[in-house]
T-cell receptor, first 115, second 111 residues
Framework: DAGITQSPRHKVTETGTPVTLRCHQT?????MYWYRQDPGHGLRLIHY???????DKGEVSDGYSVSRSKTEDFLLTLESATSSQTSVYFC??????????????FGSGTQLSVL | EDQVTQSPEALRLQEGESSSLNCSYT??????LFWYRQDPGKGPEFLFT???AGEEKEKERLKATLTKKESFLHITAPKPEDSATYLC????????????FGTGTLLAVQP
């Protein structure tokens, strides 16, 4: 998976608890993304980063925050998890910008269940 | 509103039986259309990018084509290892770093 590690791979948590998902890359790519994948919705962008400490919102960012303190790590935090955040979360990276039509490389995903 | 619709939702083929998957899109100016393959329990894997109507890309048994309203992924003489979900995504002009994904077509190729 192009040097992308997501952790944990699976997590079960309770409503109202904070959850942090980690994405680690060894490719030194500038851009990192968090997507969620749900049946009937396809992949939807949550947040993305275009450099250390530089992040921006995607189409479904409510209830999520991100941080990027190092080039290789991009963290996704659910401040207070809700059942609607049960999903498969994918991290993706790209070396350039999407304006240059760079393809995305995806991690293997994190299955999150909020009970 | 930018939108991507893929059809059919699922397709079952016999080995060697060629077919096509469809991706219809509505976007305010297309910058690029992307095809990905996704195996169960894994992340999507990039296949092709198409930029303008009339463009075609090929890779082994797969060929992607693009018109002003839709893209087709043609699968010629498929093998069981081609079984996967195929995802289509579009990027609109000005929508930096944002792709709109379809819900995919689940392809099953039986030996």
């Amino acid at each position: 998976d192009a040097g992308i590690t997501q952790s944990p791979r699976h997590k079960v948590t309770e409503t109202g608890t904070p959850v942090t998902l980690r994405c680690h890359q060894t490719e030194n790519h500038r851009y990192m993304y968090w997507y969620r994948q749900d049946p009937g919705h396809g992949l939807r962008l949550i947040h993305y980063s275009y450099g250390v400490k530089d992040t921006d919102k995607g189409e479904v960012s409510d209830g999520y925050s991100v941080s990027r303190s190092k080039t290789e790590d991009f963290l996704l935090t659910l401040e207070s998890a809700t059942s609607s955040q049960t999903s498969v979360y994918f991290c993706a990276i790209s070396p350039g910008t999407m304006t240059t039509n760079e393809k995305l490389f995806f991690g293997s995903g994190t299955q999150l269940s909020v009970l | 509103e930018d939108q991507v619709t893929q059809s059919p939702e699922a397709l079952r083929l016999q080995e060697g039986e060629s077919s096509s998957l469809n991706c219809s899109y509505t976007v305010s100016g297309l910058r690029g259309l992307f095809w990905y393959r996704q195996d169960p329990g894994k992340g999507p894997e990039f296949l092709f990018t198409l930029y303008s109507a009339g463009e075609e890309k090929e890779k082994e048994r797969l060929k992607a084509t693009l018109t002003k309203k839709e893209s087709f992924l043609h699968i010629t003489a498929p093998k069981p290892e081609d079984s996967a979900t195929y995802l289509c995504a579009v990027q609109a002009r000005g929508a930096t770093n944002k792709l709109i994904f379809g819900t995919g077509t689940l392809l099953a190729v039986q030996p």
